[in-house]
């Protein structure tokens, strides 16, 4: 038989998906920040989001990885970004760089809608599933990191080190920013705090 789907057609159904699992998202974070995480279910997310509750079960297991389907979503996208980087770059420069280039992309955060988030995500019914999910990036930085060093970090201790600095460094001066209000961009401040950080890896 022959496949007569295009791959244009593909390409739109993977767009659709994108859109669903994204909205699921969106609708997850604003019933959490309206109502609290622990008063949202699986099926009120559908519902926000206009779809039916298998649906939502296609594309997420429970609340939790709607919540968090942005933090990870980002930081694959960065962790994409470190792999195109230059194979002679440093795994800091190359970290850094990419870094530099995806938050320039996303132009300027708004802080309201990053201070909303901030609080849902600050839960204590959140917590075990923060961590697993901040976990489970640290690891993909990680072995990306670890690809740049090869022999040279046999236990994987250093990419780990490094990969764990770098994203400290990225949660603290969101967190300072947030909350201090200053009058530089996001990218400002933690691009300094990197600097600083990254002596001891360059």
């Given at each position: 038989m022959t496949d007569t789907t295009s791959e244009p057609e593909l390409g739109l159904r993977e767009r659709k998906k994108a859109a669903t699992r994204q909205a699921l998202h969106e609708a997850a974070l604003r019933l959490a920040f309206e109502h609290g995480p622990e008063r949202v279910t699986v099926e009120a997310i559908a519902d926000e989001a206009g779809v039916s509750r298998r649906t939502f079960s296609n594309y997420f297991a429970n609340k939790e990885e709607a919540l968090f389907y942005g933090d990870l979503q980002r930081m694959?996208?960065?962790?994409?970004?470190?792999?195109?980087?230059?194979?002679?770059?440093?795994?800091?420069?190359?970290?850094?760089?990419?870094?530099?280039?995806?938050?320039?992309?996303?132009?300027?955060?708004?802080?309201?809608?990053?201070?909303?988030?901030?609080?849902?995500?600050?839960?204590?019914?959140?917590?075990?599933?923060?961590?697993?999910?901040?976990?489970?990036?640290?690891?993909?930085?990680?072995?990306?990191?670890?690809?740049?060093?090869?022999?040279?970090?046999?236990?994987?201790?250093?990419?780990?080190?490094?990969?764990?600095?770098?994203?400290?460094?990225?949660?603290?001066?969101?967190?300072?920013?947030?909350?201090?209000r200053p009058e530089v961009g996001y990218w400002d401040l933690a691009s300094e705090a990197l600097v600083e950080a990254g002596r001891g890896f360059a």
């Open positions: 694959r996208q960065l962790a994409g970004l470190v792999r195109e980087r230059p194979a002679s770059e440093s795994p800091w420069a190359a970290l850094c760089a990419a870094a530099e280039r995806f938050y320039r992309g996303l132009g300027d955060l708004d802080p309201e809608w990053m201070s909303r988030n901030r609080m849902v995500r600050r839960h204590p019914s959140l917590a075990a599933a923060q961590v697993q999910t901040f976990a489970a990036l640290e690891r993909e930085m990680a072995a990306e990191v670890a690809l740049r060093l090869g022999p040279a970090d046999p236990l994987g201790l250093r990419s780990q080190l490094i990969a764990g600095t770098f994203l400290a460094v990225l949660r603290i001066s969101l967190t300072v920013w947030l909350e201090r």
